[in-house]
């Protein structure tokens, strides 16, 4: 095999800053928590949510608060600057510099300590939100402020931007919901602050009354009273009338001034909130100029969208069924109420077309529209790209209207008209990405031309540049616009107090590096284009710019499965290259050149690759979708040709031809496997029991076997994949007794068939490609009459549907197969609809979702059939098993495929009562099970079925009845 290099790319980036002598080795002698100066960690936070890219010099993930005292005290003595992140979304560059990177996220989180007589928590910087609320649930508390990305955000970083979200509306900003911050200087000067002091620690507040008795005059005339004053310094807080709240003057500095070590956060009873009013309107700007009339109502929020935002999400193929519940219109507002007599009162008020929804599914589905909006309009499927750089102005509410038209007319002018505009309209923030041209040297003066004039726009309208997500790097430098350049001055004075030496994140909002500089793309962007082996076809065919898919936004953070999956890897280690973000920053440098040189050989790629389950999570849950299963199969394909690979590459990946040697002879194949030393050949764990071979292939018993039934409803293939064939054929049988009872004539291929996926996630994308061509070929005949196949294994089934198109491209019989692939239950629910054996006894069952399915196939057909039977069936919030096919097989992964089925699938298992099905169709899911000694195993919905059909009554451990693999005892 021949070996494949990455070409250079045609423009390489700087290198990375190299870091002073004897710093690394000062840092790891003095910080306990990780401290990284490899080059995949510094490729991973190289960047944020925002336009730019720096480098930074290392990352350390300090284990606690005085772990971060010590590390900002080692880079005080070396002179080397600092940044404090948190979730790293942050829009407008300020969580990436040239400097040492404190991520506070993996280790320094929890709540200390919760008030509630007081209404107040202490709470860790490294927190994220909804962890947070998760534990003032506990006294019915909540933090107010709650942004888009509160699954993953935060308190830091919050803190940092002086985050909003919807429900500032109510709540206040988080400036608003700070009572006192322990804050830290980088000359390492520690103290608590809020409003007032008891004593000056370095002359600090003397210094800070001095400066703000200084500028009082600008202070009280120059800084707009709108809402969402997001931008500059809240100098304001230093005055009298304000308490001195030097605690709230800090809020929004964005790491520039001081390291957040500790935050006494006001908490608020949570709010009713029990109906959403969605208003209809001609345009954006009508909608605008409603939004003060609604908000004197006082809505807990009050959300704007435009109809572009909505037709994107339609052409992207996101879940836009509750969109139908809108009210004719160009242009909406959504208010939530917590009571339906004041949403009743609006609606009737309003001159045109308008509804109030009370179910509270359908209302969370609807606000989920709303926060996907960023990544929606990132990345459209007819448009071009769209970027940050404005897309977080406010203004006065009362203004908003006319805002938006003139902002109209300006995107307009500049050629940006395909711009959507949405966000907080209560209080006269407007969000946008725009598709700024950031490639070309007239693009970029372009994008500086324009936000220049809409900064200008902004402040004829009492606005704020910012209204949420700050200043950074994007808005830095138009902050003399909008206050003058005495106020600029005052700013810099007040950052001087705390950092005279400038080291806290430099070149953020004061003393503002421009705009237009540090670009990730920049004029000079013109990255590697390897040959690949995926099509691409979402991507122009370009594996580059499928690198460049992520937007930053971050939802691969989140720290538990939270009704999806992705990220299961990240959900373990918390490391940032473990995320799907992280690796595509990864995979972006890689393509790109300079911190990650040596291309698909990259030692750093693959790394951080190793933890990625291909689990396809992020196909689904990441709202750009990033499909990094994909990626890391084409990286594994190239990383390793003309190499010998792994072994479980030989052993795992090779399987279903391994398993159809063993069917010759299956006793001394499963005598083999126990074999000492046989794992440790094969790549495996040896502490994961080897399957067990089936003593006869049931493919081959079923091309013999006379068909049974009506077969009115017509033909069906049935897919006998290589696991259920090889390690679980009484599923397979249960499912042709399922069909025929249905009404079906089965079919099986004449000859053994199969879907490449082990190949394809070791990245033997040739073997792949030549086991899957034979395979379409074999279908071919039954496809061109129009016949179902129907798939068992949902890792096998989503090959069809999603790997085969991007590997063979417009192939007319791979379309067809593609086409008509389909799931038991979505064959049953679509063209048996009325077939409903029922369960005796009422019977209950916990569902663990393969993540294939999840991702791909989907599971609405799953939840009706099972209804239809009579089974009252949970689906787990558990996320990925862990197993995730050859992952957790192999030597090296089993504490993170453990610790995955340790968040709640094992958890729920070993809690099930005896009379409690355990449903799971694929086979890693099942296999996790039943490895980890729950004393469960898990059945297949075939089993469930067939067992309904002869009307079994399934009792304690109904598996024992219905669930019969190789080994079981005969009974």
């Not at 991973?44 to 010590?70: F, H, K, L, M, W």
């Not at 001609?282 to 037709?311: C, S, Y």
């Not at 990864?586 to 050149?593: C, I, K, Q």
């Not at 294994?793 to 019989?813: H, K, M, W, Y």
Request: charged share 25%; aromatic share 6%; hydrophobic share 40%.
């Amino acid at each position: 095999m021949a070996v494949v290099s990455l070409p250079a790319p045609t423009a390489a980036r700087s290198a990375p800053p190299r870091a002073p002598a004897g710093l690394e080795a000062a840092l790891c002698q003095a910080v306990r928590g990780d401290v990284r100066f490899d080059a995949g960690a510094r490729a991973a936070y190289s960047t944020d949510g925002s336009n730019y890219r720096q480098v930074p010099i290392a990352v350390v993930c300090p284990r606690d608060v005085d772990d971060a005292v010590e590390a900002v005290r080692v880079c005080h003595e070396h002179d080397v600057p600092i940044v404090s992140r948190g979730g790293g979304t942050s829009l407008a560059g300020q969580c990436c510099n040239v400097a040492v990177v404190l991520d506070f996220s993996k280790y320094v989180r929890g709540v200390e300590s919760v008030d509630p007589r007081a209404r107040t928590a202490v709470i860790l910087p490294g927190t994220a939100l909804d962890d947070a609320n998760a534990v003032l649930a506990r006294h019915d508390l909540v933090i107010g402020p709650r942004p888009a990305t509160h699954s993953h955000c935060t308190i830091g970083g919050m803190i940092g931007n002086n985050s909003c979200g919807a429900t500032a509306q109510w709540s206040g900003t988080t400036a608003a919901n700070v009572e006192r911050l322990e804050v830290l200087t980088y000359d390492g000067t520690r103290m608590w602050v809020g409003a007032g002091h008891d004593r000056d620690e370095g002359g600090i507040f003397r210094a800070l009354h001095e400066l703000r008795d200084r500028y009082a005059e600008p202070i009280a005339t120059r800084f707009p009273d709108i809402p969402r004053r997001v931008s500059g310094y809240n100098l304001p807080e230093l005055r009298e009338d304000h308490g001195f709240n030097v605690a709230r003057a800090l809020v929004g500095t964005e790491s520039t001034c001081v390291v957040v070590l500790r935050a006494e956060m006001r908490v608020l009873p949570k709010p009713k909130n029990v109906a959403t009013v969605v208003l209809g309107f001609r345009g954006i700007a009508e909608a605008g100029d409603a939004a003060p009339g609604v908000g004197r109502h006082g809505p807990i929020q009050l959300e704007g969208l435009d109809e572009k935002l909505l037709r994107y999400e339609r052409e992207e193929h996101r879940p836009t069924e509750i969109l139908k519940v809108l009210p004719d219109g160009q242009a909406w507002l959504m208010a939530d109420f917590p009571d339906l007599g004041t949403a009743r009162a609006v609606v009737a008020e309003h001159d045109g077309p308008g509804t109030i929804l009370e179910d509270d599914a359908m209302r969370q589905r609807l606000a989920k529209v709303r926060e996907a909006g960023l990544a929606t309009t990132a990345r459209t499927p007819n448009g071009p790209d769209a970027w940050p750089g404005w897309e977080d102005s406010a203004v006065d509410p009362e203004r908003l209207g006319d805002y938006l038209r003139a902002l109209i007319e300006l995107l307009d002018e500049f050629g940006y008209g395909a711009t959507s505009l949405y966000g907080h309209f209560g209080q006269g923030c407007v969000h946008c990405s725009i598709p700024f041209d950031l490639t070309s040297e007239p693009g970029i003066a372009r994008y500086r031309a324009f936000v220049t004039r809409a900064a200008k726009l902004c402040v004829e309208h009492r606005g704020s540049l910012s209204g949420e997500h700050g200043d950074g790097q994007a808005r830095g430098e138009l902050l003399s616009i909008m206050y003058g350049d005495e106020v600029v001055r005052a700013f810099e004075e007040f950052k001087a107090v705390f950092d005279p030496t400038g080291r806290m994140n430099p070149g953020k909002v004061v003393h503002a590096r421009p705009l237009d500089g540090d670009l990730r793309l920049g004029a000079d962007y013109a990255p590697a284009q390897p040959a690949t082996r995926f099509g691409y076809f979402e991507d122009d065919g370009s594996f580059a710019r499928a690198a460049l898919r992520c937007a930053g936004v971050g939802d691969c953070r989140r720290t538990g499965p939270d009704g999806g999956v992705m990220c299961p890897s990240y959900q373990v280690t918390r490391d940032e290259e473990h995320s799907t973000r992280g690796r595509a920053r990864l995979l972006f440098e890689m393509v790109n050149g300079g911190v990650i040189g040596d291309g698909w050989r990259s030692t750093a790629v693959h790394d951080s690759l190793d933890l990625c389950l291909a689990c396809k999570g992020c196909r689904s849950d990441c709202p750009v979708q990033v499909d990094m299963a994909t990626y890391k199969a084409e990286f594994l394909h190239h990383h390793y040709a003309g190499r010998i690979r792994p072994r479980d590459h030989y052993s795992l990946g090779w399987l279903p031809l391994i398993a159809r040697a063993a069917s010759a002879a299956p006793d001394l194949a499963n005598a083999l496997a126990k074999m000492p030393g046989a794992k440790r050949l094969a790549g495996i764990d040896p502490k994961r029991p080897a399957p067990r071979f089936a003593p006869a292939r049931i493919d081959r018993w079923l091309r013999r076997r006379t068909p049974r039934g009506t077969g009115e409803r017509g033909r069906v293939v049935l897919f006998p994949d290589s696991f259920t064939t090889a390690f679980a054929p009484a599923i397979a049988a249960a499912a042709v007794g399922v069909l025929e009872a249905a009404g079906f004539g089965v079919l099986v291929p004449p000859k053994p068939v199969c879907c490449g996926l082990t190949w394809i996630s070791t990245g033997q994308l040739g073997v792949a490609e030549r086991v899957l061509r034979r395979t379409v070929g074999t279908l071919a005949p039954y496809m061109r009459a129009g016949l179902p196949l129907v798939g068992l294994e949902p890792s096998c089934t989503a090959v069809f549907r999603s790997d085969l198109g991007e590997l063979f491209g417009r192939d007319q019989d791979a379309g067809r197969l593609a086409r008509q692939t389909v799931t038991l239950a979505q064959l049953l629910a679509e063209r048996a609809p009325d077939f409903a054996p029922q369960v005796p006894g009422g019977v209950r069952a916990i569902v663990q979702r393969h993540c294939h399915q999840h991702a791909v196939l989907g599971a609405d057909a799953d939840a009706t059939v099972m209804k239809a039977i009579g089974l009252q069936a949970e689906d787990l919030d558990s996320g990925c098993c862990g197993l995730a096919g050859n992952f957790g097989m192999t030597a090296g992964h089993r504490d993170v495929s453990i610790a995955c089925a340790e968040q709640a699938l094992l958890p729920a298992v070993r809690a099930a009562d005896p009379g409690t099905l355990v449903l799971a169709d694929g086979f890693s899911c099942r296999t996790q099970i039943e490895d980890a000694d729950t004393g469960r195993r898990a059945v297949h919905l075939a089993e469930v079925l067939n067992a309904a059909v002869h009307g079994e009554v399934l009792g304690a451990y109904p598996e024992r009845r219905i669930a019969h693999r190789p080994g079981d005892r005969v009974r």
